[in-house]
């Protein structure tokens, strides 16, 4: 389908719509609107499945498109309980290749030019409202035991902290995740940046959505295909 024209996606998609209901059409048209690459989210060597399935839930909840999962010595399978299905209308993008695969992930995001955000106090840490959010902004969270690793620490261009008021040191990722996602995700859609899909990423998320509502979509795209 990556050698498709936007038109031909276009039509295709427009098929595969045929076949679902008007409320889920009209659902699928109201939600594209809200949602963003240009906040994503970074999960390393996360342990607990089902803090990071939180963590994809909240991120279909605040319209933060794809997640990004580096397996280094775990390897992630989301809990459908938490997540709730929300998995599928996301993009997950796995690094798996190395023993280590922070730095490629890191590399790969800068070269769509995200600026690599740690989630982690640190001496040259910044507020929420501080935070820049002009270009886009990959946002790093680690392990709930550790937190994140020294690599990713290292490696980072930015780092990124919640104001605590009390005895406990820190949140764990599903609430840490939620709060900054919901600063975040705000403060993006009030600013004047151009933070929305653009119109080939609205067509391919809206294709990918609909094949996992329809039965059999493979069959149906290929008959489809067929008659281009």
Not at 114 to 132: G, M, Q, S, W
Request: proline letters at 2%; aromatic letters at 8%.
């Amino acid at each position: 389908m990556a050698d498709l024209s936007l038109k031909n996606k276009e039509e295709l998609l427009n098929h595969l719509l045929e076949l679902i209901s008007d409320n889920k059409r009209q659902l699928f048209e109201n939600i594209i609107q809200y949602r963003t690459r240009h906040i994503t989210v970074v999960l390393e060597d996360i342990f607990q499945p089902h803090n990071a399935s939180a963590v994809l839930r909240t991120c279909d909840c605040f319209g933060i498109q794809d997640v990004h999962i580096i397996e280094n010595k775990n390897e992630y399978e989301v809990n459908p309980d938490v997540a709730l299905g929300s998995s599928k209308w996301l993009n997950l993008f796995k690094y798996n290749a190395t023993e280590n695969n922070t730095i490629d992930t890191f590399n790969a995001l800068r070269k769509k030019g995200y600026r690599i955000v740690a989630t982690t106090p640190h001496k040259n840490d910044c507020t929420l409202d501080e935070l820049n959010l002009d270009s886009k902004v990959a946002l790093v969270f680690g392990t709930e035991l550790n937190g994140l690793t020294e690599t990713a620490i290292n490696n980072a261009d930015e780092f990124v902290k919640i104001p605590m008021f009390g005895f406990t040191e820190s949140f764990n990722i599903s609430v840490s995740a939620a709060i900054i996602l919901h600063h975040l995700s705000g403060k993006l859609r009030k600013s004047s940046v151009n933070w929305e899909l653009t119109e080939m990423e609205k067509t391919d998320t809206k294709l990918n959505w609909v094949k996992n509502v329809v039965k059999r979509s493979d069959l149906v795209e290929q008959e489809f295909l067929k008659n281009l």
